[in-house]
């Protein structure tokens, strides 16, 4: 089966701009997740869907951050405007079920913010 | 609240070395455990998993045994190979949740 997809692999941005990163998680996987892994650190879970819903979003900071998955497939995430501190690994992944038997990752998207 | 703690590193061994990787939870509930890898430039992987006390997760060579007494899933491995050389991260789900939680990873180098 495909696996996670996501892009781009790579992106740089000045602070104060914006950008969105999309993924498209493995067919028919109803759950998919968000996280944000800075150098030198576990990744950390930003956003969590079920379907097109939310189930948790308590660690996206709302201010800046957003993110959507229409008709539940695909998802995008956008930050605007980006700070220094954003720089980081977005991974995004899916699972079916409850994902007791762990997520399929995606290879992430490294932002670097100057 | 919630959380994972893994051995300081960089581990750096040679190989063939016995391999051991520090994982200790806090003791809330019953979670699942997991063990994820994560090679140069690709995502994270899952290597193995332990749902409930004295499981054994195995996978490529590397074991992991839920401890409950312990709070505690280390990682090992009795001969490791270069081809090993990675970030390992430890990784809880409490039960009724689909949140991962992980530790902060452990860079391993094996040399030749």
């Known amino acids: 089966e495909a696996g996670v997809a996501q892009s781009p692999r790579y992106k740089i941005i000045e602070k104060r701009q914006s950008v969105a990163f999309w993924c498209n998680p493995i067919s028919g996987h109803a759950t998919l997740y968000w996280y944000q892994q800075i150098l030198g650190q576990g990744p950390k879970l930003l956003i969590q869907?079920?379907?097109?819903?939310?189930?948790?979003d308590s660690q996206l900071p709302k201010d800046r951050f957003s993110a959507e998955r229409l008709k539940g497939v695909d998802s995008t995430l956008k930050i605007q405007p980006a700070k220094l501190e954003d720089s980081a690994v977005y991974l995004c992944?899916?699972?079916?079920?409850?994902?007791?038997?762990?997520?399929?990752f995606g290879s992430g998207t490294r932002l670097t913010v100057v | 609240g919630d959380s994972v703690t893994q051995m300081e590193g960089p581990v750096t061994l040679s190989e063939e070395a016995f391999l051991t990787i520090n994982c200790t939870y806090t003791a809330t509930g019953y979670p699942s455990l997991f063990w994820y890898v994560q090679y140069p430039g690709e995502g994270l992987q899952l290597l193995l998993k332990a749902t409930k006390a004295d499981d054994k997760g195995s996978n490529k060579g590397f074991e992991a045994t839920y401890r409950k007494e312990t709070t505690s899933f280390h990682l090992e491995k009795g001969s490791v190979q270069v081809s090993d050389s990675a970030v390992y991260f430890c990784?809880?789900?409490?039960?009724?949740?689909?949140?991962?939680?992980f530790g902060q990873g452990t860079r391993l180098t094996i040399n030749p």
């Open positions: 869907f079920q379907n097109n819903g939310v189930v948790d």
């Open positions: 990784a809880r789900q409490n039960q009724g949740a689909q949140k991962l939680v």
């Open positions: 992944a899916s699972s079916s079920g409850q994902g007791r038997y762990g997520y399929t």
